[in-house]
């Protein structure tokens, strides 16, 4: 019974430790000129829906909720988010060429279709962020077009 008192003891100050240790947040004042939503005329209800549902994880400004100060919640979230913004990041959309953007949109509408995006990690604390029936037609119709117009 001591070893686990002491074990308990352990894992106790170790979490207490780690909360110490600081991580590198996503958040940015400005909204850079090559920002998709800027370059493209992007309907406002498709606009709300695609910042309230992607760009946490896919911009250079997360909104960040109050389980982001605990570690090592704080560590998983930064590792999701740089991952997120490797894969896709709206907020330097206009810097990648036309084939890529296409490419891009593509892959958006697939992840839209298959619904692997927005995550379902995501979805079940965010649930405003989960695409309706009617509003995942809508963006993949949207986002068909631009991608055809590129």
Known sequence: MKVVKIIALVLLIALVGIQFIPTTRNQSDTVPSTDFMLVNNVPETIQKKIQVSCYDCHSNNTQYPWYNRIQPVAWFLEDHIKEG??????????????????????????????????????????????????????????????????
Not at 122 to 127: M, P, R, V
């Open 85 to 150: 913004k490797t894969e896709l990041n709206f907020n330097e959309w206009d810097s990648l060429s036309s084939r890529r953007k296409k490419s891009k949109l593509r892959s958006i509408i697939k992840q839209i279709e298959s619904d692997e995006m927005p995550l379902d990690s995501y979805t079940l604390i965010h649930k405003d962020a989960k695409f309706s029936e009617a509003e995942t037609k809508e963006i993949i119709n949207w986002v068909t077009k631009l991608k055809d117009s590129l």
